[in-house]
């Protein structure tokens, strides 16, 4: 009776869980340890606590989406279980995320290297489309690389069934800077192309080593857009005006991007310009990027496990040694996930310099000023019903600060059983 | 998603009435096993007492008894998603879940209805027509009886999805009748006087085939199919669907099997739905009293243990802390 097996199956005490590696979107991440396979695992603990409406929405969609798509290019969830009133969720583990990749100066990109990451990026956006799902929030931080350099998309938390013709859906989703203008204009009838606008920035950010279209807000976004690609015309986007929210903007004329991207090829100048289509109907499918020339022509994508990553993803073990290593290496700008951020990037040595102990939010925001405090009250993600917590996505980008010592051995204790792990190495102090 | 690689496909389908069966079986006889092994911790104090908390065997349900009430509040969760004037896919979800869990809990051991409410408020989130638990309840206590405290809900939510294993996504027939109805290769051969006439008939049948197991051995598109061929009443209509259904899917006879079967599914549920279950309704509610009793008492137990153990620990760390607060002291001055 495999049915009856399956249901009853303890599955806590499969898994053993080591330290904290990251604190996602709704839930705590730990690296951990499939005793069965031996596969090392990030096994993310769903925030409960005080919620009135019981698990999040995002939790949720996360699980329905995943639970069902299975791709090399996307993050594999292993498992999904119940233990003492928390719901845990399983992944496959995943070293580092593309955020990190393109912000490491000392990596150096080829043109054949961008090829590899936009390739496999493409492959996951297309298996997602394909079985009819939006992932409705692709960002550099979404794309996690592993080791053996994998290249998977992940946060579903977004993520939307589609295909139903009378759905209309909420344009309040993906993170301001990669979203397409047709969201900003509000519409709530929209298909795959969306993701395809992300894409378009992440190629670009790739290329750049920066955010291509960092807007403050979404009237900026839609000012950003139009001066880095000049205002559409009718005969581009012949349906913009109908759109709830549009606004005529000044007449820029189209920049040649060819003089944007100065070291990109013609194909990919044309590709990069297929995904930033104004029209949403006319903007080039994930299926057609693939196999668009710029794939096929030389040079060749960068085979996965040849692709360049940060020197740090080696180096976590010894680092997560030292905290003060730590603190200081890994902490990266929290780049708020789904709310507009500031373009001001923090200076790396001002966090540093900052010290061990006084590094937390308010630090940060008071070295980036009070842009970040703007963005942080104005959430972009009002997505139908809840604001989710303004953190980064899981895995990792931001090192969690551990906690004053007291809420961070309650939360330890509280599933201290679970997974009979080895308790994290508590980061005590001495009081001098 | 292809429906031959989806949870659904995968953990919920099954090649044969008989394994529904079994799984019906084994699962009623181990709830049961686990009411009449139970034993209060705490002493009776009076011989009142001690026999009202006893389940006899003849209290209990057996599969057959357990399948009838099921069925019965099968169709109450579709008459609730109406009432509540939700959309088709959130009806559709929230009774394929329902079914799922019954499929591998006993309601003997489980609230019923409290389970089904679940259900429904999962299917609202799962299906992307969320509403506020607060919201929800007020709804529920507008078209029903009953009382809800929104806590037990909370509580069931997650008992209920580990029930489906976290499998949230349903491929149910209403959507592929929206589909076939849709497609004019099929409906231009009917002999019907309009698409919406002929959506609206299949719609109830797919209603009707709820309350069957057909959606764990059939894919919902022959479900689909099925309804519709069992509302066009003339030959022609019937032998072209048939046709289409050559066309479109090869292997005729298989479907046509298919087909037939489903029909006659919902022609026994129809008549298990006009079975009097009075009488098993009423040995329900006595047993689920004290089951509920039972359980209250099981837990109260559980929660005393866990406190016990939890008070133990916080002492056992506050010594800890204390030892090495000393040794850093030692330490510091050493």
Known sequence: MQFIQQITENKHERYTRSHQIGEGTFGVVYKGLDTKTGQTVAVKKIKMGKLENGISFSAVREIKVLQELKHPNIIDLVDVFLYKSNVYLVYEYMDTDLYEVIRDQSLLLSTADVKGYMKYILEGVEACHHNWVLHRDLKPSNVLVSRNNDVKLADFGLAKVFGSPDKRYSPQCITLWYKPPELLYGANLYGPTVDMWSIGCIFAELMLRRPFLPGNNDLDQLGKIFQGLGTPTDSDWPDMRSLPNFIEFDEVPKPNLKQVFTAATPDAIDLISKMFTFDPNKRITAKEALSHPYFSNQPKPTAPHDLPLPKKVFETESASASKTIVASTTLTVPQPSR????????????????????????TISALSGSTLNESLNHSHLVDDVEVPDIGTPFPYSVEKRRRSEDGDEEMENEDNEFMNGERPPVRRKLAM | MPFNKSSQYKFWFFDKEEKLLEIRKAINSSATDRILSYKSASPPKEGKKKKKDRVKQDDLLSVDDEYLILIKNIQKASLLCMRFNFPLHVEASAIMFFKRFFLGHSIMEYDISKIMLTCIYISCKAEDYYQDLSHFLAKVQEVTTAE??????????LVVLQGLQFHMLVYHPYRSVFAFVHDPELTKSLRISSVNEIYEASKLIVRQSFLT????????GLIALSSLHQCVVDDSSQQSILRYVQAKFGHQEQVTNSLNTIANMLQ?????????????EKKFVKLRKIVSNQQKETEKENNKIAEKKEQERRDKKTEERSIKEEQDTKNLLG
């Open chain 1, 339 to 362: 709310v507009s951020s500031t373009s001001k990037v923090l200076n790396f040595d001002d966090i540093s310099n900052a010290g061990d102990d006084s590094l937390n939010l308010s």
């Open chain 2, 148 to 157: 809800v405290d929104p806590k037990e809900i909370l509580k069931l939510e």
């Open chain 2, 213 to 220: 197991d057909a959606s764990f051995l059939f894919p919902p």
């Open chain 2, 268 to 280: 026994e549920s129809k008549t298990k739905m006009g079975v009097d279950t009075s009488v098993i």
